[in-house]
């Protein structure tokens, strides 16, 4: 019964099919991201100001990590600030409880992963997403300050994307602060030695980034930053966002 159907294609035709079923797919996956952009932009135009908080994932509860991470956030949550993080366990989780037990709301921007990251329970705020550059562009975004714990790839992922735009001048300038010294000087001392040492990149480049490691002067560095101009963007630097 079967071989007397007639065929719906042609082997001539069968390549063509599999192209446009190919590029609907795509035109699919844009709409999807157009979605994350507009989804994340409505829920998070009104948290202001906002910081952005990084670091590793892989950090349990009684780490010093975790600990520092925390007391920080909780310090920015009661100065004012929304605490952004991305949302999953480690310090992440730190950045999230601190600013959750704070006065200011706690922002966990959650990535769908193969081994799913689920999200810690500390979020006042949680937005998901898909694609990771969706989700670094809301990191930048809607942050006046970035603060970074140790951390992985993902981390140092999150800190030369922030360095990149200031430098670019695709953001505004906003304080980049790295929290343990210990932690991060052999980068630093990298930066000077090689990268500025052969002209990769500008002596002044490295004002970019400061090192503290107490937690009530990352709060004052960034309010010291903003002193006599306010956390709003300009309408200059509103049009640099747009364009971001």
């Known amino acids: 019964m079967r071989d007397k159907l007639p065929a719906l294609l042609t082997p001539s035709e069968e390549p063509e099919l599999a192209r446009r ?34 670091g590793s994932a892989r950090m349990p509860a009684d780490h010093a990590y975790y600990m520092l991470a925390e007391d920080i956030s909780r310090k920015l949550s009661d100065a004012g600030f929304a605490v952004i993080s991305g949302g999953g366990p480690g310090v992440m989780e730190a950045a999230n409880k601190g600013a959750f037990f704070g006065r200011s709301p706690s922002v966990g921007l959650n990535i769908q992963l193969p081994h799913e990251q689920h999200p810690n329970p500390y979020q006042d705020v949680s937005q998901s997403f898909r694609h990771f550059f969706a989700r670094k562009v809301a ?30 001048g695709k953001t505004r300038r906003m304080p980049i602060i790295l929290v343990r010294q210990a932690f991060w000087q052999g980068l630093i001392d990298w930066f000077r030695d090689r990268l500025v040492h052969e002209g990769m990149i500008s002596p002044e480049d490295m004002s970019l980034v400061q090192v503290i490691d107490d937690p009530a002067q990352v709060v004052s560095a960034i309010f010291d930053h903003y002193e006599g101009r306010g956390f709003a963007p300009s309408p200059q630097e509103r049009e640099i966002q747009l364009n971001l």
């Open 21 to 54: 079923l190919q590029s609907a797919r795509e035109a699919w996956r844009v709409l999807e991201i157009m979605s994350e952009f507009i989804e994340s932009t409505e829920r998070l135009a009104s948290i202001s100001p906002a910081v952005s908080l990084f």
């Open 139 to 168: 990191f930048v975004k809607f942050a006046v300050a970035y603060v970074v714990l140790p951390g992985g790839f993902g981390t140092l992922d999150e800190l030369f994307e922030a360095l990149t735009l200031v430098q670019t």
